[in-house]
Nanobody
Framework: QVRLVESGGGLVQPGGSLRLSCAAS????????FGWYRQAPGKQRELVAT???????KYADSVKGRFTVSRDNAASTEYLQMNSLKSEDTAVYYC?????????????WGQGTQVTVSS
């Protein structure tokens, strides 16, 4: 079994920073793409950022220049550094991973962590 566990959410003032972490646990698995999605109240889940096994990154236009996604392959962990946070960044953030496990690729999701940007 493979699990994704997130940490690092919370309440922050506009203009502030937060760092999210997502650790994959289990055995005999390989991570392809790591990513972050978010879902604000009343809205659909949207892609925030991804990083593949070659460390190539992609970002939603709304977070470019403010957020940085990274990964530590040795630790099976990814990070999302969020700077210059805005109220519209308030959402539940979900870790995502495309993982090779039990002889096939499958999508895995974390439980979500709340990020609230408010004064």
């Amino acid at each position: 079994q493979v699990r994704l566990v997130e940490s690092g959410g919370g309440l922050v003032q506009p203009g502030g920073s937060l760092r999210l972490s997502c650790a994959a646990s289990g055995s005999s698995f390989r991570i392809g793409v790591f990513g972050w999605y978010r879902q604000a109240p009343g809205k659909q889940r949207e892609l925030v950022a991804t990083v593949n096994s070659d460390m190539n990154t992609k970002y939603a236009d709304s977070v470019k220049g403010r957020f940085t996604v990274s990964r530590d392959n040795a630790a099976s962990t990814e990070y999302l550094q969020m700077n210059s946070l805005k109220s519209e960044d308030t959402a539940v953030y979900y870790c995502y991973a495309h993982i090779w496990f039990m002889s096939r690729w499958s999508d895995y999701w974390g439980q979500g962590t709340q990020v609230t940007v408010s004064s």
